[in-house]
Nanobody, 127 residues
């Protein structure tokens, strides 16, 4: 088990910034790739960003590329999602997830490769 807890969500005006954190307990956290997904009301969960266990590769959805940055602090067992230039369409519940997949990093765009999920944190961007 890899318990994941998201934090950092909130209400922000368009153009503002938020930093989400995904904290995990346990020494095995560094063995997992971490991804961020989001789900807006009435929509399917979608991929946002992911980082490999080594931290050497990152992946982003086209809709957030250039605005969001994913990073990990292994010593703190935490992955961050820095979100800048937020737009109303970024409003959603944001989830972090952990994957132990041994496959190609491109697989991290798929929610099905993730083994553990957090409870989510609400991000609301007002216009």
């Amino acid at each position: 088990q890899v318990p994941l807890v998201e934090s950092g969500g909130g209400l922000v005006q368009a153009g503002g910034s938020l930093r989400l954190a995904c904290a995990a307990s346990g020494r095995t956290f560094s063995n997992y790739h971490i991804g961020w997904f989001r789900q807006a009301p009435g929509k399917e969960r979608e991929f946002v960003a992911a980082i490999r266990r080594s931290g050497d590769s990152t992946y982003y959805a086209d809709s957030v590329k250039g605005r969001f940055t994913i990073s990990r602090d292994t010593a703190k067992n935490t992955v961050f999602l820095q979100m800048n230039s937020l737009k109303p369409e970024d409003t959603a519940v944001y989830y972090c997830a952990a994957s132990g997949t041994l496959g190609s990093g491109i697989l991290l765009l798929r929610s099905t490769v993730y083994d553990y999920w957090g409870q989510g944190t609400q991000v609301t961007v007002s216009s």
